[in-house]
Every structure is written in C-alpha cells, then in structure tokens.
C-alpha cells in the first residue's frame, strides 16, 4: 500500500458511506490491524485486533499505543519503534503484547508510518506468534537430544572396549590364587553392569524410526497375548485376558515390530511386582476398541502388586529410574518414547496396595479430524 492509498483508507474510515465497506474489508484480514493517530492515540481495531488484545476496542481506543504494551517496554521500546517508523518508514519484529485483562502474548510486529502535508497515519498489523516460539523451543530441544544421542553414542564407543578389557582380565585373575577374590568378583560384576548399560544406551539411540502400516485390532490383540503368554510364563503367572472390543477388524495404524519392543517392558514390571509377595503373579491384558470413529486400539496390562507411591509416579518414566535392585530403570523409558513416535498415547493410575494398570493406545488414523469427517 502507498501512501496516497493509506491515507485513502484513513478517510474512508471517517466517511460514514464508504465506512461500513472498509471495516468488513479489514475485519476479513486475518491479522490485527490498529491505525493511530499523529499523536500516537488508537483510533481503529479491526476484529481480529480487538480479538488477539483481549477488548472490544472501546478500553483502548483514543489511548496511546503504549496501553498495548508490557510496562517494562513503554519507556524504551515503544518510543523506539514508532522514531524508527517515522524515519525509515516501517518497524518489523517481535513484541511482547498485553492481553485484557491480565495476559500477554508474544507477536510478530509491524509498524508502517505515512506522512502527507500535515496529516500523519500509523498502521499497525501484529499476529500471535506464541506457538510458533513454543515450536521453536522444541526443536531447539529436539536439536539438543539428536546432539546428545551422538555424544552418547560416541561415549559408549569410548567406554565400551576399557570396559571389556577390565572384565576380560578380571575373569582371568579369577582362575588364579586371589589373597581377596570377592574384590575381583565386584569389580567383574560391576564391568558386567557397564556393559549392560552400555548395550541398553546404544540400543535406545539406535531404535528405528516406524515404518508404519495398517493392522487390524484383531492382529494387534493377537500379537500382544502372544507375547503376554510368553512373559508371563516366564514367570509363572497366570495370565487373564479381558475383552472390550467393539470391532476386532477396526483400523489400527502401527509399527507391528516396535510396539511389541514397547509392550515387553510393561508386562515384565506387571510380573515382578510380585517379586517380594508370597502370592502367585495376575497379569490381566485388556483391550478396548474402537478408541475413535476412525479406529484404534488400547492395550491396558494390570497388576494387583504392591502399588507405586503418588510421589515416585512422575519420574518412572524418566530414564535410569527404578525401585527395583539391579535393574537399570529404561523399560518404561523406551516404551514412552515408542508409543509417542507411534503417534499413541500411555497413561498410568496406580494404587498402593491395590495395584498398577498401564494402558497403551494406538491410533486408527494419523491424520488430522478435519481431513477425514465432515464437520
């Protein structure tokens, strides 16, 4: 827009004729859009202004420009912006706005300034940015994580051969005459636990990404009792099966491979939390489906063992955490991350002495609402 068309714009606003068009124009425009005055003072809100700013418009109008603002940014940056809009025409940039009554939000800025005689017009266009900068976050974070898996997997590279070098040797030394031979054991069982660590660090790095296909919940169900039947006669449980499903041949979109490396973890700790009870493990699966018009299934293992106290239940799925000794804590680890790159969902309720019931859900379709029904 030039400048005769700007001021072309401002007049219309004051011509009752012509401003009824104008303001449906600029209510169209999905960014806020404020015009001010020669002395700095809000003269017009389009909708989405009055939207983003938390008003009706009324609060603000015929205010300075600054009331829009953070208080810590009137005394500099406000002054700032509108000198570099009067001297090079327009300001660009991020600002922190207020949001009636007591909000704010982060907005991409901008400040255009025209000059006529002895008229003068600003006009301001500003959008929410705020999840933008959230995304921004993430990557940044998920930079840091592809940064670190190469630092560790580099690391575990370093640490991997002096660690088999000590538990070789301290096998050996265990075949001769030891004045103390239980020191060697320790350090021979702690070089094995390194090696273990080292084996379950690489293995988290190294998970594949899915290469997803479409299963029915029928399949899924069929895979995961297989594997429980395994588990659980590994350790002598007896293992109980619930059915809630609607439609066995619903839609489940899923890694067939990967989400059974996330279900193992899950069943084992629902077995070993009988490990210090006198009573014979209950593992009971349950699956529930459709989860959604589009499909989808939930997988929920429970147990009646001794429950997870209300504090510890934010960090068990926090890398290294365990109760349980001699036991690295990554199961959960790695069935979170799965289940999350596999686009589905797990919850935990668990009880102190009544037990813990992990459910796990796998999505029917990956695409979004508005792509596949009607409105």
């Not at 953070?70 to 500099?76: I, K, P, Q, W």
């Not at 030891?178 to 293995?203: G, Q």
Request: a neutral charge; one cysteine or more.
């Amino acid at each position: 827009m030039n400048s005769i068309e700007g001021f072309k714009a401002v007049r219309l606003l004051q011509e009752p004729g012509d401003r009824e068009t104008l303001n449906t124009i600029l209510d169209a425009v999905n960014s806020g859009i404020i015009i001010l005055d020669k002395l700095e003072n809000m003269v017009f809100f389009n909708s989405k202004a009055q939207w983003l700013l938390g008003t009706e418009g009324g609060e603000l109008k015929g205010r300075h420009v600054s009331r829009i603002f953070m208080a810590d940014d009137r005394r500099f940056l406000v002054p700032n912006i509108l000198k570099t809009s009067r001297i090079k025409g327009e300001f660009e940039g991020e600002c922190l706005l207020c949001r009636l009554p007591s909000g704010s939000f982060m907005a991409f800025f901008s400040c255009h300034y025209w000059k006529r005689n002895s008229d003068e017009v600003y006009i301001i266009t500003f959008n929410d940015i705020s999840a933008l900068k959230d995304m921004e976050k993430m990557l940044q974070q998920s930079e840091r994580m592809v940064y670190l898996g190469r630092m560790l997997d580099d690391i575990s590279h370093q640490i991997r051969n002096p660690v088999l070098a000590i538990g070789g040797f301290t096998r050996r030394l265990l075949k001769s005459r030891l004045e103390k031979p239980e020191y060697a054991k320790i350090i021979l069982e702690e070089s094995s636990r390194l090696e273990m660590l080292l084996d379950v660090l690489t293995e988290f790095i190294q998970l594949p990404r899915p290469r997803f296909t479409k299963e029915s919940a029928g399949s899924i169900r069929e895979l995961s009792c297989r594997a429980a039947t395994d588990i659980t006669g590994q350790f002598d449980a007896e293992l109980r099966i619930e059915d809630r499903q609607k439609e066995a041949d619903c839609l489940v979109i899923t890694d067939r491979s990967l989400f059974m490396k996330a279900l193992e973890p899950v069943l084992i700790n629902a077995c070993e939390a009988f490990l210090e009870s006198e009573r014979k493990p209950v593992v009971v699966l349950e699956f529930s489906a459709p989860l959604s018009q589009a499909g989808g299934i939930g997988i929920a293992v429970s147990d009646s063992g001794p429950g997870i106290r209300p504090p510890l239940l934010p960090r068990i799925f926090h890398p290294f955490f365990s109760t349980k000794t001699g036991h690295l804590g990554m199961g959960l680890t790695f069935t979170r991350h799965i289940i999350e790159e596999l686009g589905g969902g797990i919850e935990i309720d668990s009880r102190v002495n009544q037990g813990t019931s992990l459910k796990l859900t796998l999505p029917g379709d990956r695409r979004r609402p508005i792509r596949t029904r009607p409105l």
